[in-house]
């Protein structure tokens, strides 16, 4: 295998695919980018064993075609250092040896035959949309923060994509807080759901080119994203997602509407004075005020502060957690939040308010705590 290729070509391509390299592994080949040339295409992968990253480059030249690993942490490191010029990979027996025009280096190899198999949904499976790179971005943004870190739920431990009539609905929950974000796609086959590892879901957020249409193809066991000249492909969780349409409060009739940076700024500072190990909020809404309190016993510090509001329903106080609250309202795009609550013992849903609502089809329900 001889070639030569852009060394910001190359870059931008190991950038983006070594993100699926396992930071440790039993397994050294893991620790290995493949690299294989055919004709005048360089196609580069990386894997953990369950999430794949591939990426293809046109070569500038190229003498004999072929198939290696390499290094990824050293190869990077390397290939970062490099001026921007053409460079000439020449594979040996066991290195690969790399020429630009002040010098050379040689890196060690290992057989690609030991490389793991890489199974990724067909490209004809019956199950897939497509959509684009900004309004996935977007939604994972808004829901990742929602997924189940705890490894106590796996099925949990990710965000369930429901693909049902031309519309997918994000949703993650930790049992604590559930969040929907419905987001438009196109060209879907048949309606269908899976749940993609967290993990997943933010390198495919960090990798997503800007203005891309994403082609999403997946069958029981893996799913498949495709964009530009780039794809991720991983396993997809195997537990069932819980049937969160269930979780979502249809019945509440107490609604509170104010605004979402005031909530959020008032949350911040009640942080600050409240219990860090259970940094609960009393907050108390009647109809035209909501007052937020809390307090850490054994720091002797407390706080209290008032914010207008709208208020239809009977006078309530309920307790929440700061950051819970504060996660599932600050992706929120409104001026305005609407929170609609049955009881004090219930949970309630946050959705946008006022100007752009219809817009942004979003819910976040969340669970209240006792107070005294």
């Known amino acids: 295998m ?11 391509l190991l950038a983006a695919v070594s993100k699926a390299t396992p930071s440790r592994s039993e397994d050294p080949i893991l620790m290995n980018l493949l690299f294989e040339l055919k004709k005048d295409m360089l196609r580069i992968t990386a894997t953990d064993g369950q999430i794949t990253l591939r990426g293809l480059a046109k070569t500038d030249s190229v003498e004999s075609e072929g198939k290696t690993t390499i290094p990824a942490k050293l ?12 460079i000439t990979f020449t594979l040996q027996e066991k290195t690969i040896d790399i020429f630009w025009s002040t010098g050379e280096s040689s890196i060690p190899v290992m057989s690609p035959e030991s490389y793991p198999e890489i199974r990724v949904p067909d490209k004809n499976s019956e199950f897939g949309f497509t959509t684009t790179s900004d309004i996935l971005i977007k939604a994972i943004g808004k829901t990742s923060f929602a997924a189940d870190t705890s490894d106590k739920h796996p099925a949990l431990a990710g965000i369930l994509f429901d693909n049902v009539s031309g519309q997918t609905s994000l949703v993650a929950s930790d049992s604590q807080k559930l969040v929907v974000n419905v987001i438009k796609t196109e060209n879907t086959k048949k309606d269908s759901l899976f749940t993609l590892p967290l993990r997943a ?39 069932k997602f819980p049937a969160y349409q269930t979780i979502i409060p249809k019945t509440n009739t107490n609604v509170l509407t104010l605004s979402k940076d005031d909530l959020l700024m008032v949350l911040n500072r009640m942080s600050i004075v409240a219990d860090k190990k259970t940094p609960i909020v009393k907050v108390s809404i009647t109809s035209d005020k909501v007052q937020l309190e809390a307090q850490d016993l054994g720091l002797s510090t407390k706080g209290k502060e008032t914010l207008p509001c709208k208020y239809d ?21 409104t001026e305005e939040i609407s929170i609609s609550i049955e009881n004090a013992k219930k949970a309630f849903l946050i ?22």
């Open 2 to 12: 001889k070639f030569t290729i852009q060394s910001q070509t190359l870059m931008q």
């Open 75 to 86: 190869l990077l490191e390397l290939v970062k250092t490099l001026p921007s010029e053409n």
């Open 201 to 239: 879901s933010l390198i495919l957020k960090s990798i997503l080119p800007k203005e891309t249409p994403v082609t999403v193809i997946h069958d029981d066991k893996s799913v498949r994203f495709v964009f530009g000249s780039t794809e991720l492909s991983c396993q997809t969780i195997a537990e």
């Open 313 to 333: 329903g009977e006078d309530i106080t309920i307790g929440l957690k700061t950051y819970i609250i504060s996660q599932s309202i600050a992706n929120i795009e």
């Open 351 to 372: 959705t946008p308010s006022g100007e752009g609502a219809e817009e942004e089809n979003y819910k976040a329900v969340v669970m209240p705590y006792k107070v005294k």
